[in-house]
């Protein structure tokens, strides 16, 4: 394999510098998904922790080394998680973080960054919008712009959880995981292609959202010119070159799934693995049931990437009614 | 504190028994709960497992035994998560598991016990039937019996929350637990008794299925006629005196609560932490919902104990219309 900005051993580094509570995630079988999927199905699950996505373990990669160099500001454009694991990772260093999001963002995700302490600014536009603005932010202010997946730390962060994949027995055939940005594909890329490159790593994103797709596929950034996805999580139109190079070296593919597909597999999810995950985490679900031919008789392992959704919108996806809020 | 029937050293001594896909759960703490219970939360969460539930600790420690002694064969009653957990348990080892449970048990649960390779038998009864036919189907076929919470294997198994509690800082003031037969809340309070004595157990169990609170309180055993609640997990008539007695020694309390109350736990646990909880894993937030002052400023672990819920009935529950199955 040719080189990827990534490397093993500053991810096992990485390790050391994140909150343990973000690491050693569940990774299990889950037979009861199995039947309606064909092949067996494991769990990577990312949830269960203070932030309720996988984010944390980079911006706890970040958030130290700022606090290291006496850093005491950060800004960072998100769609709702990476800003509540930077909100979080910096209160707990007396860094000030600044979240710059779309108006349109899921609701819950902004509350949540609001009440960990972080200032949240919002524009009129999507996630492209906020990048921009949170870039404008801090060469304005001085401080340190993080950049999910072009900042090395957050893919190095993202890439811990490819460790955590290669110390489980049985091994897997197949890695499924959300596309967005490229942190989680290229840092859990680099190191099952390092470790285990027998393994295939696949990658999924919307079809409403499918510019990183697309830039793997023709080997190029191609932007798009909007999205229309309910994953909010994934829904970038500006791939990272750096990022998009690293892909092009780990990924096997780069698949797109309907929005049906992504709803399917919340429900799934919800009915066979008691798991409320929010649509970007039920991508590698959706991968397997528009292919299940592809995927028969292997053993897959899917990281649940994230839980934060609006309780209404979820209950709408998965065919519920609007439950009474307490 | 007077001994109770379990041991710390054979506690840590079970650890190393169990498959370590049980152990070291998630741990954390849940900010996005705390306004509307007004205390400090932290979740201890079961249900990222095979099982979605604790109880294969105790049925890994069973089985590895039953495994050691040549012993092919084993029975119990279910209300469906310890013969779920048993199922699992015994199939890795070998050992033909029989699983009585009332025909009026949670459809998933039984479903799932299936799934596993146990035989399932029903009876028209409720639990306590259930645990007679187990019992004459043990005499009957000369295997062995196992009993949940009268066997210090399950209650051991269960006691290994307790250590991974207390491994964590900062530490807290009280723990809530679901009361049931007895295996969680003795196993769990004889490890916190014993290593953080300053420490509150406090035992909860829904108002429909009082028995062991109210033999607690009365110390003496007191059954009931019959049960009605939701949370199928803990509905047993008839304490089992050798757990009552390790009980009296390290609860601090047994506390009741309305169904009302479990539902509106549930509720909360699933809009503020992202979690489908059986009613049973409800009982510690539903403690708190009934009594905001006792815990008022406190930091107060509840353990999240299982997650097997028909989903239907879960969208009744929390108030909303049934879904599409998938």
Redesign the interface.
């Known amino acids: 394999m040719q080189e990827t900005r990534l490397d093993t051993a500053r991810i096992r580094a990485a390790r050391r510098v994140i909150d343990p509570?973000f690491l050693?995630?569940?990774?299990?079988?889950?037979?009861?998904l199995e039947p309606?999927l064909g092949c067996t199905v494991s769990?990577k699950?990312e949830?269960?922790?203070?932030v309720?996505s996988f984010k944390a373990r980079g911006t706890e990669v970040v958030a130290n080394l700022l606090a290291d160099s006496g850093s005491r500001a950060a800004v960072c454009a998100s769609a709702g998680n990476l800003g509540q694991a930077l909100a979080w990772s910096g209160r707990g260093r007396g860094i000030d973080v600044t979240v710059v999001a779309s108006r349109f963002a899921t609701v819950t995700k902004l509350d949540?960054i609001r009440?960990?302490g972080a200032r949240l600014e919002l524009v009129d536009g999507d996630h492209e919008m906020a990048r921009e603005r949170a870039a404008a932010i801090a060469q304005y202010d001085g401080i340190r712009l993080v950049e999910d997946s072009l900042d090395i730390e957050t893919c190095e962060g993202a890439a811990t959880i490819g460790l955590e994949l290669m110390e489980t027995a049985p091994a897997f055939d197949t890695v499924l995981i959300a596309l967005g940005g490229g942190a989680l594909a290229t840092g859990v890329g680099h190191v099952v292609k390092t470790l285990a490159p027998e393994a295939e790593v696949i990658c999924i994103q919307p079809l409403g959202a499918p510019a990183m797709t697309h830039s793997w596929r023709q080997r190029r950034v191609v932007t798009t010119d909007s999205t229309n996805t309910i994953a909010d999580g994934v829904a970038g139109r500006y791939p990272i070159p750096a990022v998009l190079s690293d892909l092009l070296l780990v990924a096997d593919d780069a698949v797109l799934v309907q929005e049906s597909s992504i709803i399917?597999g919340m429900?799934?999810l919800?009915?066979?693995a008691?798991?409320?995950v929010e649509p970007s985490a039920a991508l590698g679900i959706a991968a397997i049931l528009e292919d299940p031919d592809r995927f028969a008789g292997r053993h897959v392992v899917t990281i649940v990437c994230g839980?934060?959704?609006d309780?209404d919108a979820y209950?709408r996806w998965?065919?519920?009614?609007?439950?009474?809020?307490?």
Do not use: K, Q
């Not at 050693?24 to 009861?32: F, G, H, M, S, V």
């Not at 949830?47 to 203070?50: E, F, G, I, S, V």
């Open positions: 509570i050693d995630t569940p990774l299990y079988r889950c037979e009861a309606a769990i699950l949830t269960a922790n203070p309720r949540r009440a960990l399917a429900r799934l919800l009915t066979h008691g798991l409320v839980s934060n959704v309780v209950h998965v065919g519920a009614a609007p439950i009474h809020r307490s």
